[in-house]
């Protein structure tokens, strides 16, 4: 799994312990459905503006995602951060 995969996949399993669809958590990142989509299915890799977007409505740092999806890529699984 490459990094951008494992990165769509952090943020997928992060909104869904939030309950958070994607479509709902474009609307509240301000970026485009479509384009989180592409993101998330790792087709283009996330914009830095973008992540932290995402991040901001997850209540996660961005570097905590990137890391979660280092760990991911090498192997390792994550585990969503409970929702604050």
Do not use: C
Request: no cysteine; aromatic share 4%; hydrophobic share 45%.
């Amino acid at each position: 799994m490459t990094l951008t995969e494992a990165l769509g996949a952090e943020i997928r399993a992060e909104a869904a312990a939030q309950r958070i669809t994607i479509a709902e958590l474009a609307k509240r990142a301000d970026v485009n459905r479509s384009s989180l989509y592409t993101w998330i299915d790792a087709k283009t890799a996330f914009p830095v503006q973008g992540l932290e977007a995402v991040a901001n409505v997850l209540r996660v740092r961005a570097s905590e995602l990137v890391a979660r999806a280092e760990q991911r890529s090498r192997g390792r699984g994550s585990v969503p951060t409970p929702p604050q």
